[in-house]
């Protein structure tokens, strides 16, 4: 809606909205939801599953960032 304020950040994201929030679609990796599973699989990263779906919770993306800053 124009001239409405943002949105916050949800405390569950999607992969897309993890993508966006971790800014992997920007000048990142070509395929950047391969990269949240090399992530996940190296154990940086938990996703949550709610339903079907992968879910990131936002204090996993910001303890990610604190794991990579180091």
């Known amino acids: 809606i124009p001239g409405s304020p943002p949105e916050p950040c949800p405390d569950l ?3 897309e ?3 966006r929030y971790l ?3 920007i000048d990142g990796p070509g395929k950047p939801g391969l990269t949240l599973r090399y992530y ?3 154990g940086l990263l938990r996703g949550t599953r709610v339903g079907r779906k992968l879910r990131y919770r936002r204090v ?4 990610l960032l604190e794991r990579l800053t180091r």
């Open 13 to 15: 994201l999607t992969e």
């Open 17 to 19: 909205e993890a993508i």
């Open 23 to 25: 800014r992997l679609n």
């Open 40 to 42: 996940r699989e190296k």
């Open 60 to 63: 996993e993306l910001e303890q």
